[in-house]
Structure formats: C-alpha cells, structure tokens
C-alpha cells in the first residue's frame, strides 16, 4: 500500500481534458465566418466580372462589414449573457435568505441528480447554508448552469470576432491582389485563391477539431467541404445569371 502511495506521489494523475474557453469560440467563430463568406463572394465575383480590382474592393468591403456585424453580434451576444446572470444572481441572493426551504429541497433535489441520498446531501447543505456567497455560487453553477462572466467580456469578445474574421477574410483576397494583378486574370486568381483557401480551411478545421477532442481529420474535411461548397455555389449562380 505504501509503494502504490508513493508511486502515486511520484507519477500524480494529471488529466488531458481541454476547456474550450469563450476566446477560442469566439476565434473560431469569426475563422470560419471569415475564411468563408469573403471566398464564396470573390469566387461568386469570379463567375461575372473580369476584374481583379474590383473582386478585392467587393472583398474588402465584405470584410468591413462582414467583422463589424460579427463583431457586434458577439459583443451583443456577451452582454447579453452578463445581464441574464447578473438577474439571476440578484434573484438567487435574495432567495437563500426569504426562501431558505424551497433552497434547501433545490439542492436535495441537485444531488439527487448524481444518486447522493438526502442525508448524506445534509451536511454539505448545513456547510452552504453557513457561508451564503459559496451558496448562492453552488445554486448558479449547478442549478442554473450558469458561469460568471469575465469582466470586460463584451468588449473582449467583439474584437477577438471581429478581429479573426478579417484575418480569415485576407485570405481568399490575396491571390487577387497579387496574382490577379499580375497576370490580370480572374480565372488563374480564382484556382489561387481555390487552393489557397482550402489548405487554410482545412489547417483551420483540423487545429479546432484537434482542440476540441472531435477528430482532426474529420474536422478538416468538414470544414473544407462546407467553404468549398459555399464557393461552388457562388461561382455558379453567378455564372448563370450573367449569362441571363
């Protein structure tokens, strides 16, 4: 017994969980919007102009207001969350003081969830009922589910969105600001851009699904096949109301 302690002490069990936390969602959120939407727009552009120049205008342009409308997306989305939790907190604070009854069978009823019987739920009650921010934190996690948010969170959430949807949105763009005005040609930008936003979709999609524990490679596919259908279908409707 004193060898499997010691070998305990000397290997200690560290687990590999990762936590995805509300900066990488709000990465890939503005990520995969970004790589997206400015190439299904340069590649739909591709199937009715012939100009380069006027492609990375419209991109930049998307880009513009496509980050500033995630971007306030997100940062109406946090806020909205800190002023839902902030109620509740307020709501479960006077609670645990004029209800205390109704709390305590809340929390009988929270262990009961995982099996625990009422009187071995008893004194972990007693320990709570004594320590009333500790209480009212255990009701808001595991009654409502619900986490305090970090401070500056809005803001925070805005530039981290708006910020990854321009850097994805460069992307796609940069074939026809570089190969396009060299050769000025839409098509050899286009199979450029193509093959360029691809491998970017594809890098983006196995780094969130190997974050997120879901599979690299299933994840990159994924990805790749959403943006290259979205291109697809762009290109090809614009071909076909040009030709109207």
Do not use: C, W
């Given at each position: 017994?004193?060898?499997?302690?010691?070998?305990?002490?000397?290997?200690?069990?560290?687990?590999?969980?990762?936590?995805?936390?509300?900066?990488?969602?709000?990465?890939?959120?503005?990520?995969?919007?970004?790589?997206?939407?400015?190439?299904?727009?340069?590649?739909?552009?591709?199937?009715?102009?012939?100009?380069?120049?006027?492609?990375?205008?419209?991109?930049?342009?998307?880009?513009?207001?496509?980050?500033?409308?995630?971007?306030?997306?997100?940062?109406?989305?946090?806020?909205?969350?800190?002023?839902?939790?902030?109620?509740?907190?307020?709501?479960?604070?006077?609670?645990?003081?004029?209800?205390?009854?109704?709390?305590?069978?809340?929390?009988?009823?929270?262990?009961?969830?995982?099996?625990?019987?009422?009187?071995?739920?008893?004194?972990?009650?007693?320990?709570?009922?004594?320590?009333?921010?500790?209480?009212?934190?255990?009701?808001?996690?595991?009654?409502?589910?619900?986490?305090?948010?970090?401070?500056?969170?809005?803001?925070?959430?805005?530039?981290?969105?708006?910020?990854?949807?321009?850097?994805?949105?460069?992307?796609?763009?940069?074939?026809?600001?570089?190969?396009?005005?060299?050769?000025?040609?839409?098509?050899?930008?286009?199979?450029?851009?193509?093959?360029?936003?691809?491998?970017?979709?594809?890098?983006?999609?196995?780094?969130?699904?190997?974050?997120?524990?879901?599979?690299?490679?299933?994840?990159?596919?994924q990805t790749s096949l959403i943006g290259g259908a979205a291109a697809a279908a762009a290109y090809t409707l614009a071909r076909l109301l040009n030709r109207g």
């Amino acid at each position: 017994m004193h060898e499997i302690a010691s070998d305990s002490l000397d290997h200690p069990h560290i687990e590999g969980h990762f936590e995805s936390s509300e900066s990488v969602r709000d990465v890939v959120i503005g990520l995969s919007d970004g790589l997206t939407v400015p190439f299904a727009l340069a590649a739909g552009l591709s199937g009715a102009v012939s100009s380069s120049h006027i492609i990375v205008l419209a991109g930049l342009a998307e880009i513009a207001a496509g980050s500033i409308a995630m971007g306030l997306g997100g940062y109406l989305a946090a806020r909205g969350d800190a002023e839902h939790y902030a109620s509740e907190l307020k709501r479960e604070q006077t609670e645990v003081i004029t209800r205390p009854d109704d709390e305590a069978e809340e929390i009988y009823q929270i262990f009961d969830q995982y099996s625990v019987p009422r009187d071995a739920a008893a004194p972990v009650l007693a320990a709570l009922q004594q320590n009333h921010p500790a209480y009212v934190d255990f009701m808001m996690r595991f009654e409502l589910g619900l986490e305090k948010p970090a401070a500056n969170r809005a803001h925070r959430s805005a530039l981290t969105i708006a910020a990854s949807y321009i850097a994805g949105g460069i992307i796609p763009l940069l074939p026809y600001m570089f190969v396009g005005a060299a050769v000025a040609s839409t098509v050899a930008a286009l199979k450029v851009s193509v093959v360029v936003t691809l491998l970017a979709l594809a890098l983006f999609g196995a780094l969130k699904g190997r974050l997120l524990g879901t599979g690299g490679p299933r994840s990159a596919i994924q990805t790749s096949l959403i943006g290259g259908a979205a291109a697809a279908a762009a290109y090809t409707l614009a071909r076909l109301l040009n030709r109207g």
